[in-house]
């Protein structure tokens, strides 16, 4: 999805929970085409920089997500979140090596 299909998609979506607050069907139906026609995929998926936090990782984690499936959620390719539960030492079984008691309060642990 192109950069500019990513800015009307994000807008589309917000218009769509507004017509859900007013019980506008008719209006949700016409953005849901909308939304439709924008996401058209190319036979070549283009990925995205990875913007996630450690926190936002977790949370994710915690909701059941696997982490294909946060890749695929975050328009990245699975080995760019590998790099960065590496960067970040984020290990199997949620131990994170390296940081003291007080750093992992902080950080939500």
């Known amino acids: 999805m192109t950069p500019e299909n990513k800015v009307k998609r994000k807008e589309i979506i917000k218009r769509i929970g507004e017509a859900e607050d007013a019980h506008e069907v008719t209006t949700i139906v016409q953005l849901g085409r909308q939304l439709a026609e924008l ?26 997500f696997l982490d294909e499936q946060i890749a695929d959620i975050c328009d990245v390719h699975p080995s760019t979140l590998k790099n960065l539960k590496k960067k970040n ?17 902080a950080l939500g642990y």
Not at 39 to 58: G, I
Not at 92 to 101: E, L
């Open 89 to 105: 030492r984020i290990m199997p079984g949620k131990f994170v090596v390296g940081h003291c008691p007080r750093e992992m309060k």
């Open 39 to 64: 996401e058209t995929f190319n036979e070549r998926k283009v990925y995205t920089v990875l913007d996630l936090t450690v926190q936002e990782y977790w949370s994710y984690r915690q909701d059941g």
